[in-house]
């Protein structure tokens, strides 16, 4: 099954890029929200709005009969995007769109080494230089030494240890339990863990707000969906790195909607990180037709 899913980089791909669009989609929402409601409330509440959504899914569930180390997993997994997501939601509200996009390219280092290590998946060097050329893409945005950190860069910073951790365990469960059980199972470990944090400091949002996260649940448990079907379908070396297209849409939010502006090196970098999934992208292609036409010296008559 694993291989199977692995000859389907293509898929992959087009789910990841799917994804992409509907979590710039959550940017944008987040960032119309603003601060008053503090972090954890905001977080809480898309995530349990979020659950009206997971209703169909509930008989797929019924039908599951999760293991204690299945659970323990999911646990480790809601833990880990709880953090993630609280800081997440800090920095939002706090930097550029293009920032928060930019920094969010930290997790797919430590995805992409732990898949190698943990995961057992293969680096091949096409990947890795891909993956070296799409950060340095991502260097030249930031440009470490040449513009002040603040807090929403400190948690964006300190959010990419957990969504990586969680990237990585939701790429095993997807293995083993398929898309609707591990978004589900998401949305459910993420909500108890948030709830506390949010009844310590709770702000009764007005309807608006209220709209405005409502939409946030909807882009994003969309988004999660389809981030599963992606990890199905192609490895997390393939599907990750096209993350870096979220990049493009935020940069494009950002100056055409929050009037950010459009920095030369924000371009620049895309460009290269473009390019370096670009070439990815149809070498994976180019591998799987090798495999699925054989050669004529195969052909037996």
């Known amino acids: 099954m694993d291989t199977m899913r692995a000859q389907r980089p293509v898929l992959g791909v087009f789910w990841m890029v799917v994804t992409g669009l509907l979590f710039v989609g959550v940017t944008a929402c987040v960032k119309v929200l603003g601060t008053r409601i503090p972090a954890p409330e905001a977080a809480f509440l898309r995530y349990a709005l979020g659950l ?76 890795i230089l891909a993956v070296i050329v799409a950060l340095i893409g991502g260097l030249i945005i930031l440009r470490p030494g040449f513009r002040e950190i603040g807090p929403g860069h400190l948690a964006m910073l300190i959010a990419a240890f957990f969504f990586a951790a969680s990237y990585l365990t939701a790429k095993r469960m997807a293995d083993e339990t398929g898309a609707a059980v591990t978004v589900t199972m998401l949305s459910v470990t993420v909500t108890i863990g948030l709830a506390p944090l949010a009844a310590m400091n709770w702000v009764t949002p007005t309807m608006s707000e209220f709209y405005l996260l409502f939409g946030v649940a909807a882009l994003a448990t969309a988004g999660h969906y389809t981030m599963s079907l992606a990890l199905e379908a192609a490895p997390v070396t393939v599907t990750q790195p096209v993350g870096f297209l979220q990049l493009v849409w935020a940069v494009l939010l950002g100056a055409l909607v929050f009037d950010e502006g459009v920095d030369v090196w924000v371009v620049i970098g895309g460009g290269v990180i473009i390019g370096a999934i670009s070439f990815m992208t149809w070498r994976e292609a180019v591998m799987k037709r090798r495999l699925r036409t054989p050669s004529p010296s195969q052909v037996k008559l």
């Open 52 to 127: 009206i959504f997971l209703i169909p899914m509930i008989r797929p569930m019924m039908s599951t009969h999760l293991s204690k180390r299945q659970l323990k997993l999911f646990g480790f997994r809601g833990l880990a995007h709880t953090g993630g997501v609280c800081l997440w939601f800090f920095a939002m509200a706090r930097i550029p769109l293009a920032d928060v996009t930019a920094m969010n390219y930290l997790a797919p280092i430590y995805v992409t080494l732990g898949a190698a290590f943990f995961l057992g998946e293969t680096l091949a060097l096409r990947r």
